[in-house]
T-cell receptor, first 115, second 115 residues
């Protein structure tokens, strides 16, 4: 069975601090996909990134970066120089490699960035 | 390009009633998934439809049902409502292609309160 664990329930930082959100996953599939979504107060889940299991290259997009390590089954997300607008709930999710579009989500991490 | 549209955004029902929620996917998207989000259980997969057929189903009782129309619009129905059905119901659509494998675009959700 697939499982995604986000051990950090809530994180509070001061603006301009760097913050890392942890994600650990479990799957028996050799091919799978990992995602991060952001959920602002409006409720809509906003797609941030998708990573394939066969591509361990880390990625940077502006202030966001992702560290994918298959050896530790982790897919961590770092926000550099955080801003108040980054305040939201962040979800890590896992999908197997078939045509199944079911996502298994972690419980989410509530990030609060204080001015 | 219009996003995923869900209606109604908010609704209040009483125990025993039934409710129908609607989702219009992004134009051209043929896969529609439904998720239930509650504080206790987090985001849980309900079901997924593709070309009017249910492809995947989560672990929810038969009171939860859905359907998809020829224009890809989808509805989900919950009968005999229980207090525990109070949740944010999120709909997501996806473009069925290798390049977009598993990337879901979510609507803002329908917040159901059962009294």
């Amino acid at each position: 069975a697939q499982k995604v664990t986000q051990a950090q329930t809530e994180i509070s930082v001061v603006e301009k601090e760097d913050v890392t959100l942890d994600c650990v996953y479990e799957t028996r599939d050799t091919t799978y996909y990992l995602f991060w979504y952001k959920q602002p107060p409006s409720g809509e889940l906003v797609f941030l990134i998708r990573r394939n299991s066969f591509d361990e290259q880390n990625e940077i997009s502006g202030r966001y970066s992702w560290n994918f390590q298959k050896s530790t089954s982790s897919f961590n997300f770092t926000i550099t120089a955080s801003q108040v607008v980054d305040s939201a709930v962040y979800f890590c999710a896992l999908r197997d490699g078939g045509s199944n579009y079911k996502l298994t989500f972690g419980k989410g991490t509530l990030l609060t960035v204080n001015p | 390009k219009a996003g995923v549209t869900q209606t109604p955004r908010y609704l209040i029902k009483t125990r025993g009633q039934q409710v129908t929620l609607s989702c219009s996917p992004i134009s051209g998207h043929r896969s529609v998934s439904w998720y239930q989000q509650t504080p206790g259980q987090g985001l849980q997969f309900l079901f997924e439809y593709f070309s009017e057929t249910q492809r995947n189903k989560g672990n929810f009782p038969g009171r939860f049902s859905g359907r998809q129309f020829s224009n890809s619009r989808s509805e989900m129905n919950v009968s005999t409502l229980e207090l525990g059905d109070s949740a944010l119901y999120l709909c997501a659509s996806s473009l069925e292609s290798l390049e977009n494998t598993g990337e879901l675009f979510f609507g803002e959700g329908s917040r159901l309160t059962v009294l």
